[in-house]
């Protein structure tokens, strides 16, 4: 079992910048792949980001590519989210997930969520 809480959100404005982070605890943090996923209001859950295990290998949705950077620090069990040049249409809540494999941009094939932090981006 891993519990996930994510931190970090908030109310920027367009072309600002904010750096989410998601602490985990029980299970050994390093034996999962872990993502960024968003749910925009009215809209289903979205894959943004993943990393695999070790961090050498990172996968973006093409709408946050060049602009948000996934990372994660094994020793303080911590997967962060580094967002720039941030838009309206990034509005959303941002949570984390874990999964044992790597490769999905499924929602429903990560089994550990965090509740989620809340992102908004004025105009």
């Known amino acids: 079992q891993v519990q996930l809480v994510e931190s970090g959100g908030g109310l920027v404005q367009a072309g600002g910048s904010l750096r989410l982070s998601c602490a985990a605890s029980g299970r050994t943090f390093s034996y999962y792949v872990m993502a960024w996923f968003r749910q925009r209001l009215g809209k289903e859950r979205e894959f943004v980001a993943a990393i695999t295990w070790g961090g050498g290998t990172t996968t973006y949705a093409d709408s946050v590519k060049g602009r948000f950077t996934i990372s994660r620090d094994n020793a303080k069990n911590t997967v962060y989210l580094q967002m720039n040049s941030l838009e309206p249409a990034d509005t959303a809540t941002y949570h984390c997930?874990?999964?044992?494999?790597?490769?999905?941009?499924?929602?429903?094939?990560?089994?550990?969520w965090g509740q989620g932090t809340q992102v908004t981006v004025s105009s």
């Open positions: 997930a874990g999964s044992p494999t790597y490769g999905s941009r499924k929602s429903g094939d990560y089994g550990y």
